[in-house]
Structure formats: structure tokens, C-alpha cells
């Protein structure tokens, strides 16, 4: 399990009403980049525990005295009552009939924290899991080391909003929209858009650009006769194209945030796409001294080879696969079936073709 990806549904990103506070998110994020699978299917505990200088570890929180336990111990009395997560949907009645609703959810169903032991227990709640796992093409993954380095509630918010939109490139948001989300829409100090860009927007951009994978610049539109009144603000949001391994299963195979998002946030079979990491995992390990430099684009060949052969699911690549509980949506025959092909050939086929134009 990746403990450094954390993944969200966009419309729970786009469309929340509730920021929580600074060190709830930052926990949440903790646990969810900790004690969640994002992507494999059949491996989540629902149930776990661990110790508050485990949770510490995870926010990668040096000290260790009694003001810090404190502000940990103090907070997750309370987690389970205040930590919840709120937001709109389109949803559709029995008649046909669309219309708005507002969602809330709490991230678990039991949290128990013992004080004389300094022991948390805790058990996700099932119906928030599909909103926190790569379950469809519409959701957003990013580093929690990036996310911990951002020092307000506002600057999280705001980094989540421009990772989700980082696929289209940009995004426009009224200034009084963008205020509510940020939680700034009740607070008087930044009722104008001049105390609101001073003390908020710049701040929360120069964090993120500064320490996290994205850039973000912004543009802004002015409405009135005067010239001068602030209406919308353009955002433009860039990768900073830095290649990494996303996968600690596969640590040889680099992507950058594009290439990955490709790969994994799209209509594409994710367990095939795994299949041709592992196989490109198990290549470049035999041979360490190959030219490939495009990663992407040999597990996009190995993956056009494949995807139209009924059996390729046949194929095991991992030795780990054999020693996971089968699925319950996993055809039980499978591995019964004769494939009516020369599968090794096909691999063959697809790991040396044109193996020189990915030379780049």
C-alpha cells in the first residue's frame, strides 16, 4: 500500500460545504494515505488501531512532549462528533426529477481513543469508502508529504480544488464563491477583495507552488464602470512535471502527475494498466542498464497489445496475486480456462516492439 497517496472523489473536493479544522484534515489525511488501499480492490482494513506517537509519526511531527500530545489527545475526543464531511449533490427522485441535496457523513463509524494508553481504534464507515477510493474515473491523488507542508485549513482547501482541476488546466471561481469555500465568507476582515487577496489568496498560492507538485497563477477579472471591482478570478494550474514512482509495489517505474493521471484517472482497465506496470517493473529490474526513458508510453504498448485479448486476466504477473482472497465479482473459472493463444508471444511481442523509439 502506497502510505504517501491520498485519493478523493472530485464532487466530494469540488462540492464540499465543511473545511474542518486545521489538524482534522491533516489527520484525516494521515489515516487516509495510512490505513486506506486506493487501489486495490479486496485489501482494506475497515478495522485498525494504532498509537497516538504512530499518528504523530504520520503527521511527520517532530516533538514528542506534552503540548503535542495534548493538542492530539484533545482533538480526538472529539474527532468522531466533529469531523464530518458535508457536501452537495445532484440527486434524482423517483419521478425523473433532478434536484439539490446536501450530504454529510462522518469519516468513521466507531473511533475510540483511550487516554491511559494513548491507543486509537477505529472503523471506516462503508458508505463514505466509494468517495475515498479510485472507484471511477472522477477522482483527484496527491502526496500527503505535499499536503502537510501547507500551514492553514484555507491553503488544504484550496490545493485539493486545484489538484482536482489540474487534468483541464484551469478553473473560474467568483470571488464570493471562492470565499465560502475557503471558509472566509463570515469573517469581516475579509469582506473586501483586497484583505481577502492580502491575507488569504496570495498566501495560500506562494505555499502551494512553493511546496507541493502543481503551480498555480491566477487572473483577474474585473466588472463595473469603475474599472476596479473584482468579479471572478481565472486560475491556471500547471504540473510541475515531476517524474516519480506512484506505486511503491513498482518503485523502477517513473511517471509525472499527467502521465499517471492518464493511466489511472481515465477509462482504462485499472487492473490491466497494473499488470503492464508489473511487467515493466520486472523488466527494467532484469535489466537496469536499458535506454527506456518513456515509461508511460511502454506500459500504453503493453497495454494496446493486450486489451483486446479475451484471456489476458490469465496471465499472472505478480506472485502476490496468487496469495490474495479472490473477489467476489472475480469469475471462480478463470484460471480454468486454455487460452487459445500463445500468450508469451504476445508479451514478447509487446516488451521489444519498437523498443528503440522510446529512446528519448
Known amino acids: 500500500m502506497n502510505n504517501d497517496l491520498i485519493t478523493k472523489s472530485n464532487e466530494i473536493i469540488q462540492n464540499k460545504t465543511s473545511n474542518g479544522t486545521y489538524l482534522q484534515n491533516q489527520v484525516v489525511a494521515a489515516l487516509l494515505a495510512n490505513r486506506m488501499s486506493n487501489f486495490v480492490e479486496d485489501e482494506i482494513d475497515m478495522k485498525f488501531s494504532l498509537t497516538r506517537n504512530e499518528l504523530l509519526e504520520m503527521l511527520k511531527r517532530k516533538g ?24 452537495n449533490e445532484k440527486y434524482e427522485r423517483e419521478n425523473g426529477e433532478f434536484t439539490q441535496r446536501t450530504m454529510s457523513m462522518p469519516f468513521f463509524k466507531n473511533l475510540a481513543y483511550y487516554a491511559d494508553t494513548q491507543e486509537i481504534e477505529a472503523e471506516w464507515n462503508t458508505e463514505i ?30 490545493y485539493e480544488l486545484m489538484k482536482s482541476y489540474l487534468g483541464q488546466g484551469y478553473i473560474t471561481y467568483d470571488v464570493d464563491v471562492l470565499r465560502e469555500k475557503l471558509g472566509c465568507s463570515t469573517q469581516k476582515t475579509y469582506q473586501t477583495f483586497k484583505r481577502f487577496n492580502e491575507f488569504i489568496l496570495s498566501k495560500d498560492i506562494k505555499e502551494i507552488n512553493e511546496n507541493t507538485d502543481i503551480n498555480v497563477a491566477i487572473t483577474k477579472r474585473i466588472k463595473g464602470k469603475d474599472g476596479k471591482t473584482i468579479q471572478s478570478l481565472l486560475f491556471e494550474i500547471k504540473s510541475k512535471e515531476i517524474k516519480k514512482a506512484w506505486l511503491p509495489e513498482y518503485p523502477t517505474v517513473l511517471l509525472t502527475e499527467k502521465e499517471y493521471d492518464k493511466l489511472f484517472h481515465h477509462e482504462l482497465n485499472v487492473p490491466l494498466v497494473k499488470q503492464c506496470m508489473y511487467r515493466l517493473h520486472s523488466f527494467l529490474t532484469a535489466n537496469p542498464t536499458t535506454t527506456i526513458k518513456n515509461h508511460y508510453r511502454k506500459i500504453m504498448e503493453y497495454y494496446n497489445a493486450w486489451k483486446d485479448e479475451p484471456a489476458w486476466e490469465q496471465t499472472t504477473f505478480s506472485s502476490n496475486r496468487d496469495k490474495r482472497p479472490k473477489s467476489s465479482v472475480r469469475k471462480s473459472n478463470v484460471s480454468d480456462i486454455e487460452p487459445s493463444f500463445d500468450i508469451n508471444e504476445i508479451q514478447q511481442r509487446a516488451m521489444y516492439k519498437d523498443n528503440y523509439d522510446d529512446i528519448i
Open 129 to 158: 469508502i466509494p468517495y475515498l477510493r479510485a472507484l471511477s474515473s472522477c477522482y483527484t491523488s496527491y502526496s500527503l508529504a505535499d499536503y502537510l507542508k501547507l500551514n492553514s485549513s484555507h491553503a488544504q482547501v484550496l
Open 64 to 87: 514528542r512532549g506534552g503540548r503535542e500530545y495534548k493538542t492530539i489527545g484533545d482533538e480526538l475526543s472529539k474527532f468522531n462528533q466533529t469531523c464530518i464531511l458535508t457536501w
